[in-house]
């Protein structure tokens, strides 16, 4: 991510039924995140585009063992103080790639991380060049 952090999301969250009766949320997120690109380290703009639902339960026990083959919605523990910024913020990074980069290729070369010295290859190939004069 970008230091400063930009971009902009929004997120709405509905209450509902899933299924007969069993209560469910729905989580949708859009919008577009200020990223770098891992490989150039430029800047892009990487678009956010999340629908989710939640199935409701009242504890981790009530989470059907074969859950993990139920692709319509993942189970959620009700709790009165559900932290609605942190469950966003979850979603928001589960639905990242691991190597943020952009689709089309990048501008240029991979840009090295600036430490104040010189690039110990470029130095080398100086060094290279001035042994071929003499």
Not at 62 to 69: L, R, S, T, V
């Amino acid at each position: 991510m970008l230091p400063d952090g930009g971009g902009e999301l929004e997120y709405r969250l509905f209450g509902g039924r899933f299924g007969r009766d069993r209560p469910m949320l729905r989580l949708q997120v859009v919008g577009v995140l200020n990223v770098r690109c891992q490989h150039c380290l430029g800047e892009m703009k990487y678009p956010v585009d999340i629908s989710k639902d939640f199935v409701m339960v009242a504890d981790e026990s009530a989470i059907p063992e074969d859950e993990f083959d139920d692709d319509e919605a993942d189970y959620l523990v009700a709790d009165r103080k559900l932290n609605v910024a942190a469950l966003v913020e979850e979603e928001i990074l589960l639905s990242l790639p691991l190597v943020l980069r952009h689709e089309s290729g990048c501008s240029g070369e991979p840009v090295p991380a600036s430490t104040g010295k010189p690039n110990p290859f470029q130095v080398l190939e100086g060094l290279r060049k001035k042994s071929q004069q003499v």
